[in-house]
Nanobody, 121 residues
Framework: QVQLVESGGGLVQAGGSLRLSCAASGSDFTIALMAWYRQAPGKQRKLVAQITSSGSTNYADSVKGRFTISRDNAKNTQYMQMNSLKPEDTAVYYC???????????????WGQGTQVTVSS
């Protein structure tokens, strides 16, 4: 089992910045993929950014050039630096990891509890 704890959300004015963190803990696991999703009121949860174990990244078009995902493998922690925030970035942000036991291969998705990001105009 893997537990995820998110932090860093809050209220910010348009044009401002926030940094989200998501720390994974547990025993005997390897993280293959880390990602951030967001869900605005009345909308489906959507992928914002993801990063593989080798550091390859992928971003939603709406955040390219403004958000940066990173990871610290030694700390099992992922981050997302969000700059030039817009009101349309307002959502609950969830971290997700794909993790499992390397030699058994029981990889699955684990989700954080979510953190609210509100961008005022």
């Amino acid at each position: 089992q893997v537990q995820l704890v998110e932090s860093g959300g809050g209220l910010v004015q348009a044009g401002g910045s926030l940094r989200l963190s998501c720390a994974a803990s547990g025993s005997d696991f390897t993280i293959a993929l880390m990602a951030w999703y967001r869900q605005a009121p009345g909308k489906q949860r959507k992928l914002v950014a993801q990063i593989t174990s080798s550091g390859s990244t992928n971003y939603a078009d709406s955040v390219k050039g403004r958000f940066t995902i990173s990871r610290d493998n030694a700390k099992n922690t992922q981050y997302m630096q969000m700059n030039s925030l817009k009101p349309e970035d307002t959502a609950v942000y969830y971290c997700k990891v794909v993790a499992g036991r390397r030699f058994i291969g029981d990889y699955r998705d684990y989700w954080g509890q979510g953190t609210q990001v509100t961008v005022s105009s």
